[in-house]
């Protein structure tokens, strides 16, 4: 048996651990910090009160709360504005995925300012580090708190950008359940659909191995059980830390395998439509599984015992999205199919599908997966 697999995050996971992040950025000597979020979280207080954290430790403090949803390289400039206006040492970004992935893109940007933001997709482009990138996520799905990468919408093509790799790990994850108790029952489901399903990606993937499989595995069987608790009852805090922490070992998996043509669909469809990603993910789990499953046979058959009293994985999982009650459909257009399936064929996510798919066969997954608007 051969495995490889890195960490570098410094992880901090426990309810109440946003406290710990004033003395974190002391502790690593940095004094000028720009907390990165959006508008909701600061209406809803969530930014002056980590900035209220942070400043207890004789810190100067600014926020920008301009990112919104599959953020595009507009958002991420005038971070930088703000960036460059404040000069500060570390970027403590809190939010949700795309806060988060504009966080890590704005600090690549800052550090390389003689580069287009897309050309720091290729490392080689890269002569300095990442601006020092402190996550904290207000969601239990996205896996960036502790991934190298970011996904940014390039709305002139359009499509999603992954910019990622070497130098742009976060220095440190504040993973705190406690900031999930409020999202909504439907965000709860899309957002912990969307780390269900890097956890199945990254154990079906091309670069998996045992070990990556065995911490999918324990992902995925946290999500099962606890998913429906933590959006039936938002405030059950042990189900919110559980969906978290089972988020946290999918994105780790997600690091170190890859992902597969869900995303590599997904990530299109998102970039022409502005739909939620988590949703996205989930209306492709079912059809791009059906179309693997000849694949992987063997890797599926293992996975049955996460739901019992049922032998057919791809049954019980419709099943288990269907108790969740997410489904909504969504309208894609037959003129956009085409560009849809380049791009899709291109992305990085897809290259580790078990399945290597041809044009048309991505163009029926989209069919099946989504309304066609003619």
């Keep these: 048996m051969s495995l490889s697999f890195h960490s570098k995050v410094d992880i901090r996971f426990a309810p109440g651990e946003i406290k710990s992040t004033g003395g974190i950025i002391k502790a690593a000597g940095w004094q000028r910090v720009l907390i990165f979020t959006d508008r909701r979280l600061k209406e809803l207080g969530f930014s002056r009160r980590l900035k209220e954290i942070i400043s207890k430790n004789n810190l100067t403090v600014e926020v920008f709360s301009g990112v919104k949803p599959n953020p595009k390289k507009e958002i991420i400039k005038q971070g930088i504005e703000k960036a460059r206006d404040f000069e500060p040492d570390v970027i403590a970004a809190l939010g949700g995925g795309s806060v988060l992935d504009a966080a890590k893109a704005a600090g690549i940007w800052y550090s390389n300012p003689e580069k287009d933001l897309f050309q720091l997709k290729d490392p080689g482009k890269r002569k300095n580090p990442m601006l020092p990138v402190i996550t904290i996520p207000t969601t239990a799905g996205t896996g960036s708190e502790i991934t190298s990468w970011a996904v940014i919408t390039d709305p002139g093509t359009p499509a999603k950008v992954s910019i990622g790799g070497e130098k742009m790990t976060p220095a440190a994850a504040v993973i705190d359940p406690e900031l999930t108790r409020s999202l909504p029952a439907e965000l709860t489901i899309w957002t912990g659909l969307d780390a269900f399903s890097h956890a199945l990606e990254a154990y079906l993937s091309k670069f998996a191995n045992a070990f990556i499989q065995d911490i999918c595995y324990l992902a995925m069987k946290r999500l099962i059980k606890y998913l429906p608790r933590a959006a039936d009852k938002g405030e059950n ?107 899709t064929l291109e992305n990085v996510n897809s290259q580790t599908n078990p399945r290597k798919p041809s044009a048309r066969e991505v163009e029926e997954l989209f069919c099946r997966a989504f309304k066609i608007k003619e």
Aim: proline residues 3%; charged residues 20%; negative net charge.
């Design 237 to 343: 805090l042990a189900a919110r830390s559980e969906v978290m922490l089972g988020s946290l070992l999918a994105g780790w998996a997600m690091e170190n395998a890859g992902l597969g043509l869900i995303h590599g669909m997904s990530h299109q469809v998102s970039a022409f439509y502005n739909y939620q990603h988590g949703l996205t993910n989930s209306l492709l789990l079912s059809p791009v599984l059906e179309y693997n499953c000849e694949y992987c046979k063997e890797e599926l058959q293992n996975l049955t015992d996460l739901f019992p009293g049922n032998k057919d994985f791809l049954e019980s999982m419709e099943r288990f999205c269907n108790l969740l009650g997410f489904k909504k459909e969504l309208e894609i257009k037959s003129t956009d199919l085409p560009r849809l399936t380049v791009q």
